[in-house]
């Protein structure tokens, strides 16, 4: 079921035609009452003129002009005694009791009279009621004409002026469905309206942010796709090896190679795998989780790695510390620190993790005795893929690239330090709010 959509141009011209006809409307009822108020008036002093008339000049008054007036008129004169002097029409209306205007029924119709006393004569002069109504039906049809004639004008009118109005909408829709689906360029504002400027300035910061998403994902398609060559020519060269062995040892050796390059093959997609699921827009699962617990996790579940290759890997003094997050990002985020300081820690080395919190701040801090990294490379190292010249260590370079976005994610920020004994200590900090 198509769902019917309000129009922009139907709904500006009907409020102004509505605005347009109340006003209409409204000056067409006060003409209206103007008009009865003055022909009101105008009868009023016309039927007092004519029994003045009367009255003074004992004669009826000749109505030359009475024949282009609808409806009937009336007039009687009663003398001192109350008898009947004179009467324009047969049988006679009755005798007013009262001067001055007078409202009756008389011969099935109503009047509306003035009555005068004039030396002992009673003079009444009337018009029919429905006289004003013909009249009025008359002066009513002319001003109803107009303004069915106006109110046509300014639909038209108006019509045309908000098609032109609304023509850079239609623009920009043209501009927007004839545009090539790879061009991310933003739109010109150069020719918009002011009322236009906040909506084409919104789509071109969107074009933006879409043209960095894309920029991103071509990139990290091209270096992922670089990364895993390596893992791949390597398992490809050792397995030509392995066909052409001549000795069981040569066979053994190409066959470990191969295993090594499956296995760092392997790490480096789950790893491409947990960057992709780092969705920058939505940070799902949001709840306290408690920092101490997931660090005291990533020790355990690291000491298997950190035991095969002769490293000393503990947990060092952790106070209790509750931050806001996704627990399986913050998990994640420390299993990368502590596999990074296992995996470049020499043998015989130490790994220590803790979790300290004050009044300002939560930290986790992850130490190791390896070899550290330089100052200058402090900033590079958080890159996508960004390995240490002369590192002999095999690794992915992504490690460092995932803790830097989880924290960020996280509102915590990621701080780089070098021991002063040797070794490399890493602290991911979350701000309190005062």
Not at 213 to 228: K, N, P, S, T, W
Not at 356 to 379: F, R
Request: hydrophobic share 45%; with cysteine.
């Amino acid at each position: 079921m198509s769902v019917r959509r309000p129009s922009i141009r139907i709904t500006v011209l009907g409020w102004q035609l509505g605005a347009m006809l109340l006003l209409g409307s409204v000056a067409v009822m006060a003409a209206y009452t103007l008009a009865v108020r003055s022909f009101d008036a105008l009868r009023y002093l016309e039927l007092s003129q004519i029994a003045d008339a009367v009255a003074r000049h004992g004669i009826e008054r000749q109505n030359s002009d009475e024949e282009d007036q609808p409806g009937d008129f009336l007039s009687q004169v009663w003398g001192a005694s109350g008898k009947l002097l004179y009467t324009s029409h047969s049988p006679a209306a009755p005798r007013p009791a009262k001067s001055g205007e007078v409202d009756f029924h008389y011969d099935d119709r109503s009047w509306h009279g003035f009555v005068r006393t004039y030396q002992g004569q009673t003079i009444l002069v009337a018009r029919e009621s429905g006289a004003r109504r013909e009249l009025f039906e008359r002066i009513s049809l002319p001003l109803l004409t107009v303004l069915a004639g106006l109110t046509l004008l300014l639909t038209v009118i108006l019509g045309l002026r908000v098609s032109r109005a609304l023509a850079p909408l239609s623009d920009l829709r043209a501009a927007l469905s004839t545009r090539d689906p790879a061009s991310l360029n933003p739109l010109p504002t150069e020719q918009s309206p002011r009322e236009l400027l906040p909506l084409v300035g919104t789509l071109n910061h969107l074009l933006e942010r879409i043209g960095a998403v894309l920029d991103g994902q071509r990139r990290f398609i091209a270096d992922a796709a670089h990364e895993l060559r390596t893992p791949v020519t390597a398992i490809r060269l050792y397995a030509q090896l392995a066909q052409r062995a001549e000795t069981a040892q040569e066979r053994d050796r190409a066959i470990a190679n191969i295993e090594a390059s499956c296995t760092r093959a392997a790490h480096l997609v789950e790893q491409l795998l947990a960057l992709a699921r780092l969705d920058p827009d939505h940070l799902p699962g949001v709840a306290p989780v408690r920092l101490d617990t997931l660090a005291r996790d990533g020790v355990v579940g690291l000491s298997a790695l950190a035991e095969a290759r002769h490293i000393d890997l503990g947990l060092g003094e952790s106070a209790e510390a509750t931050v806001q997050g996704s627990e399986s990002e913050l998990r994640m985020l420390i299993n990368n620190l502590i596999d990074n300081a296992v995996r470049y820690t020499p043998a015989g080395g130490q790994v220590d993790v803790s979790v300290a919190a004050t009044a300002s701040e939560v930290a986790l801090c992850v130490e190791d005795s390896g070899p550290g990294i330089p100052p200058e490379e402090h900033e590079r190292v958080f890159e996508r893929f960004r390995r240490l010249a002369g590192a002999d260590q095999p690794g992915t370079g992504l490690g460092l690239a995932i803790v830097k976005n989880v924290a960020e994610r996280h509102g915590a920020q990621v701080r780089l330090e070098n021991r002063a004994e040797g070794g490399l200590r890493v602290r991911v900090v979350w701000p309190l709010a005062a």
